[in-house]
């Protein structure tokens, strides 16, 4: 067989490889999410449905000791929650509605993360019959902060 013809069909294999690899309007993980949650926190488990429900792939991890998990990620203190998430370069720290973390993901800003910090009542996975505003926070390395967004209920 002749080489050219041989290189040409293996890099046409794995290009028709590529493309079915990826679901359309989806580049290459986007939407892989990893979780670290306590095995007996509920509030997280439905926080990862709540992400699957909106599109994204999430493996979850269950782990005995979170502050671990979050002193190595990076989530300062005042703004942790029950459960972090990494997804890429970035750190999602709690309660984050899907459709934030998707405009966080498509502003792409060069920071650490962001978080819902504590659990408010009426954010995913918390739902409740008095739902409360709270704030989204963005962070970086340096300790920086600022409100990404606002949720009202």
């Not at 046409?12 to 990893?34: C, K, N, Q, T, Y």
């Not at 269950?62 to 990076?74: I, L």
């Not at 659990?119 to 926070?137: L, N, R, T």
Request: hydrophobic residues 40%.
């Amino acid at each position: 067989m002749n080489m050219k013809k041989l290189a040409a069909g293996i890099l046409l294999l794995g290009g028709v490889a590529l493309v079915m690899s990826f679901r359309p309007g989806e580049s290459p993980g986007e939407a892989d999410i990893h979780v670290y949650k306590s095995p007996t926190c509920g509030c997280c488990a439905k926080w990862v449905d709540h992400m699957q429900a909106a599109g994204f792939k999430v493996s979850v991890e269950n782990v005995a000791d979170m502050t671990a998990v979050k002193e190595r990620t990076g989530v300062p203190f005042d703004l942790s929650s029950c459960h972090t998430a990494i997804v890429g370069d970035y750190v999602i720290e709690g309660h984050v509605p899907a459709r934030v973390v998707r405009a966080f993901l498509d502003e792409a800003p060069e920071l650490a993360g962001i978080a819902v910090p504590g659990m408010p009542i009426g954010s995913p996975g918390m739902e409740g019959p008095y739902p409360q505003a709270y704030d989204v926070v963005a962070f970086d390395k340096d300790g920086n902060r600022g409100v990404f967004e606002r949720i009202e209920p």
